[in-house]
């Protein structure tokens, strides 16, 4: 099993940044990806970026140039770097890590974009 604990959520205003936090009871290294999710009210949970072992990123196409993912295997973390941020970004996001076949979900935090 892989425990997460996200934190960095929080308060912006429009145009503002966030710095997501992903702390993961494992050596990263060994998680065959790991990832954000995001889930705004009354919309489907969808993928916002993720991160192979091997370091290949992917991002939605409506974060592309604002957001970035990256990690810290040292202290087994992975971030997103989100700025610019926009109302439409309002969710609660979710770190995922898919590990031999499962998937694990952190709590989620929420990350409000006023306008």
């Known amino acids: 099993q892989v425990q997460l604990v996200e934190s960095g959520g929080g308060l912006v205003q429009a145009g503002g940044s966030l710095r997501l936090s992903c702390a993961a009871s494992?050596?990263?290294?060994?998680?065959?990806?790991m990832g954000w999710y995001r889930q705004a009210p009354g919309k489907q949970r969808e993928l916002v970026a993720t991160?192979?072992?091997?370091?290949?990123?992917n991002y939605a196409d409506s974060v592309k140039g604002r957001f970035t993912i990256s990690r810290s295997i040292a202290v087994n973390t992975v971030y997103l770097q989100m700025s610019s941020l926009e109302p439409a970004d309002t969710a609660v996001y979710y770190c995922?890590?898919?590990?031999?076949?499962?998937?694990?979900w952190g709590q989620g935090t929420q990350v409000t974009v006023s306008s």
């Open positions: 995922n890590a898919a590990y031999f076949g499962d998937d694990y």
């Open positions: 494992k050596n990263i290294f060994t998680i065959n990806a």
């Open positions: 991160i192979t072992s091997g370091g290949s990123r």
